[in-house]
Structure formats: structure tokens, C-alpha cells
């Protein structure tokens, strides 16, 4: 069962994998499909993910106030597109669009972390990073 700390993990090897893309266009011999990672970075992965910690967690979260559900679908097709090397579907301007994406989604799941803690009654790890 997937949770918190396993998302954040997949968002740090999804970061590493559209940056690699973002390379690609500069020089083609770079591609992220090469390179091994720990998680499989498809869409299909993200929206399992977060579907089974949602349900895990109900009572404070909810991907939609993170991001729109227009984005996540962004999100999910450029991993697609990367992952069975589609280029001729992506450009970089998407690209760093799913990495604004990917950062909104991580700086929520951040503060999602901390309000779990708290509902826990765990002491609050990083005070500054409350927001």
C-alpha cells in the first residue's frame, strides 16, 4: 500500500525524469527512458498512487486542492509520452509545464505531511515549512 513518503519519493525520480526530457531537446542522445529509477513513471502509476494514499488518508487529502484536474491529466500524458519516447508529442514548453505541475503537487503533499502529523499528535518536524 502506497503512502505519503512514497509519493514524495516518486515526485524526487519524476523531477530527475522530466529534467532529463527537458535535456533531450537540447541533445538527443539524452533520454530518460535509459536511466534506471526505482518507481515506474507512468500516469497510470501517479493516479494509483494517489488514489490509494487519498483513500488512506481521506481527512486531509485531496489532490484537487494541490492542482487542477486539466493539470494532473497534463501531467500524466507527457509522463506517457516520455516514458514510450513519443517525442513527437511533447515539446519542451510542455515539459516545464508538468514540472510546475510536479512542483505544486510536491508543495502540497508537503503541508499534507505536516497537517498528518499533526492530526496524530506528532510534534511538528520543520516549523518554517508550514504554509
Not at 502529523?117 to 511538528?124: F, L
Amino acid at each position: 500500500m502506497y503512502d505519503l513518503y512514497e509519493i514524495r519519493d516518486w515526485i524526487y525520480e519524476c523531477e530527475l525524469f522530466l529534467f532529463l526530457a527537458e535535456v533531450h531537446f537540447i541533445d538527443v542522445k539524452v533520454s530518460p527512458v535509459c536511466h534506471e529509477f526505482f518507481h515506474v513513471l507512468s500516469g497510470s502509476e501517479l493516479e494509483e498512487m494517489l488514489a490509494h494514499v487519498e483513500k488512506r488518508h481521506c481527512s486531509c487529502m485531496c489532490m484537487y486542492s494541490y492542482i487542477q484536474r486539466e493539470e494532473l491529466d497534463d501531467l500524466k500524458s507527457v509522463m506517457d509520452h516520455i516514458a514510450s519516447e513519443q517525442w513527437d508529442q511533447l515539446s519542451s514548453d510542455k515539459i516545464v509545464q508538468a514540472q510546475d505541475v510536479l512542483q505544486k503537487l510536491a508543495s502540497g503533499l508537503r503541508n499534507t505531511i505536516i497537517k498528518a502529523h499533526k492530526e496524530r499528535g506528532h510534534p511538528q518536524l520543520y516549523s518554517g515549512t508550514e504554509g
